[in-house]
């Protein structure tokens, strides 16, 4: 079976779950980012 985490986001009714998903994970890592390059 297919994970779909960051493959291709065309399917069924999950799509859209899929999407916020990667949003989250996406935005997790930035905010990780900033925060491991800011310092404080």
């Known amino acids: 079976g297919d ?3 960051f493959g291709r986001l ?4 999950n799509d859209l779950f ?3 998903l990667n949003l ?10 900033l925060k491991t ?3 404080r």
């Open 18 to 20: 899929h999407l916020f």
């Open 24 to 33: 989250a994970l996406i935005s997790g890592l930035i905010f990780v980012k």
């Open 37 to 39: 390059k800011g310092g």
């Open 3 to 5: 994970c779909g985490c």
């Open 10 to 13: 065309v399917g069924g009714r």
